[in-house]
């Protein structure tokens, strides 16, 4: 079955340390996105890419950086400069073409300790 | 600002009877709208698409309408189940230049009685 597969499910993250949240898709999408979800409040995207070697900002990407090597991947790396990583991360795919809805990974609840 | 908005409170509703959650936006002109289902711990999943030329969409017991005078989408469940509890997220594209990027609403969590 296709899908898109996040991991892990759960992270732990010391403070100062640099962590990366995998995101594989097998559904041939072109696009694909990383967004952040805190308790009561909406999705907040961080990062989006259209096509294999290219991405762009979404509205929060200080401390977050990705990748974009092969098109089934986009990994998630939240840097020791993320202040308040502490969320529910959730990726997610779709044709490029507009008006087709989203596929999302299980999420990765990352947490600082 | 650009803001879209959803009912914060939680809706309660008794089983069988139909569900209508509201989606509000300023300062957008999107071309679609879209409606998620949210599972606690989980990821969204997709619902219904509607564009900015269609007044209503159907799907099984699920109709979806989108104003843009109001700027507004009502999301309705009909003959409402316990199993359909769960936040419900509405989601607009930014308008022509904004490839799939998707902006999300905070949600509303609807709570079925049995």
């Known amino acids: 079955d296709g899908g898109i597969t996040q991991s892990p499910k759960y992270l732990f993250r010391k403070e100062g340390q640099n962590v990366t949240l995998s995101c594989e898709q097998n559904l041939n999408h072109d696009a694909m996105y990383w967004y952040r979800q805190d308790p009561g409040q909406g999705l907040r995207l961080i990062y989006y890419?259209?096509?294999?070697?290219?991405?762009q900002k979404g509205d929060i990407a200080e401390g977050y950086s990705v990748s974009r090597e092969k098109k089934e991947s986009f990994p998630l790396t939240v840097t020791s400069a993320q202040k308040n990583p502490t969320a529910f991360y959730l990726c997610?795919?779709?044709?490029?073409?507009?008006?087709?809805?989203?596929?999302f990974g299980s999420g990765t609840r990352l947490t600082v300790v | 600002s650009q803001k879209i908005e959803q009912n914060s409170e939680a809706l309660n509703i008794q089983e069988g009877k139909t569900a209508t959650l509201t989606c509000n936006y300023t300062n957008y002109s999107p071309a679609y709208l879209q409606w998620y289902r949210q599972d606690p711990g989980r990821g969204p999943v997709f619902l219904l698409l509607i564009r900015e030329n269609e007044k209503e969409k159907r799907k099984e017991r699920l109709k979806v309408t989108f104003d843009t005078t109001l700027k507004q989408s009502l999301f309705h469940i009909t003959a409402s189940q316990p199993a359909d509890s769960a936040t419900y997220l509405c989601a607009l594209d930014k308008g022509s230049g904004n490839t799939g990027k998707l902006i999300f609403g905070q949600g509303t969590t609807l709570q079925v009685k049995p």
């Open positions: 997610a795919s779709t044709m490029r073409q507009r008006n087709y809805g989203y596929t």
């Open positions: 890419s259209q096509i294999v070697n290219d991405f």
